[in-house]
């Protein structure tokens, strides 16, 4: 018997404050400010067709700068990775590693428009930053892994979490999008599964033998967001999946990455978002460990993964990353796969139609 996959209810119409303390916005809600709005490079999107009504399908990906991102579809509204540090700005990444930030953020956090849920990868700085951690509610959802979850609700700390969700590779959460009548014109109800995939930080070998040891580099996830449909008569778990999206995380390109194509069972990815960098540690003055992918593992992936569009993000917002957007760029034109990516700045979004309305 297949066990039931927890739920957590998305709820666009009520939701709980990101910020333990509450930004003020008395006349309206805030707008991301998007600089360009991109679509699929060889199929025109609903927005771009002359008189084209605004529909319930499109989904966008929002980039903010290094892995995160702010997923939008049907009113939600699911941040990815939330770090907001500004160029100066130094994080701890392990013992005696520490890295300064080059860029800013599109947007502060301070800024956001309201929030749903928080996908977190792992719990490091520069994915979760000290600013975050400082000013986030307490009961304000988060997903993450088993160890990001002992860490934030550790009762050692003066302000646990309370609301933390973790998930180990191959678990799966539904998240169901409460609509103003319930299901939309259709009867149909949109929902989100997002399922923990694979992921290393710290190549296989007596260093990860090491580092699992000493605890220096945390353990991360990937994720699979699959956005959908359910109709009254079905369960929460029989999702009428309508878009894929593949999300890295921090991992280096590792044997275990070919069980997401086999746990597919031939299910197409529409969308990747590819973690690069090839963040290297301690530094740029002694490149000792690579622990993200560089623009040739980026493209290898996409090969294993044969995403029909590929977002790279996570390529050049701390002094730690050795292998920036030219690097991959190079590798994709050399492999003739300039038509499957799109790259985004800062404070651009991608638009996607969701199929099954």
Request: proline residues 10%.
């Amino acid at each position: 018997m297949s066990k039931t996959m927890p739920t957590l209810e998305l709820n666009p119409h009520k939701r709980i404050p990101l910020l333990k303390i509450k930004t003020h916005h008395p006349d309206h809600e805030p707008q991301l400010p998007i600089s360009e709005t991109k679509s699929h490079p060889t199929r025109p999107s609903a927005s771009d067709l002359p008189d084209s009504p605004p529909s319930n399908n499109t989904g966008s990906i929002y980039f903010i700068g290094t892995a995160t991102t702010i997923l939008s579809w049907h009113g939600a509204r699911i941040l990815t990775d939330p770090n907001f540090l500004h160029a100066g700005d130094h994080v701890h990444l392990g013992p005696g590693v520490t890295s300064e930030r080059l860029t800013n953020p599109a947007v502060d956090i301070n800024a956001l428009p309201p929030l749903d849920c928080i996908l977190l990868s792992h719990y490091h700085e520069d994915h979760f930053d000290r600013l975050v951690e400082d000013s986030l509610s307490r009961q304000f959802p988060i997903i993450s892994t088993p160890h990001a979850k002992s860490c934030l609700t550790s009762p050692s700390k003066p302000e646990p979490f309370q609301n933390v969700t973790a998930l180990d590779f191959f678990d799966s959460l539904i998240m169901p999008i409460v609509q103003p009548t319930s299901t939309n014109s259709n009867g149909k109800t949109p929902q989100i599964k997002v399922t923990a995939m694979p992921g290393k930080h710290v190549p296989p070998g007596p260093l990860a033998v090491a580092n699992d040891l000493l605890g220096a580099v945390p353990p991360t996830n990937g994720w699979l967001l699959e956005l959908g449909y359910t109709t009254s008569s079905e369960t929460a778990q029989n999702t009428q999946v309508g878009y894929r999206i593949y999300i890295s995380g921090d991992t280096l390109l590792i044997d275990e990455l070919k069980q997401i194509p086999q746990w597919l069972h031939g299910e197409k990815i529409d969308l990747m978002l590819v973690h690069l960098g090839g963040t290297t540690i301690p530094g740029a003055k002694m490149p000792l460990l690579m622990v993200t992918m560089d623009g040739v593992q980026g493209v290898k992936l996409m090969k294993m993964m044969n995403p029909d569009i590929t977002i790279p993000i996570h390529y050049d917002d701390y002094d730690v990353m050795l292998s920036g957007l030219d690097d991959f760029k190079k590798e994709v034109n050399g492999a003739g796969l300039q038509d499957k990516v799109v790259y985004l700045d800062r404070g651009e979004e991608y638009q996607f139609q969701v199929r099954g309305l």
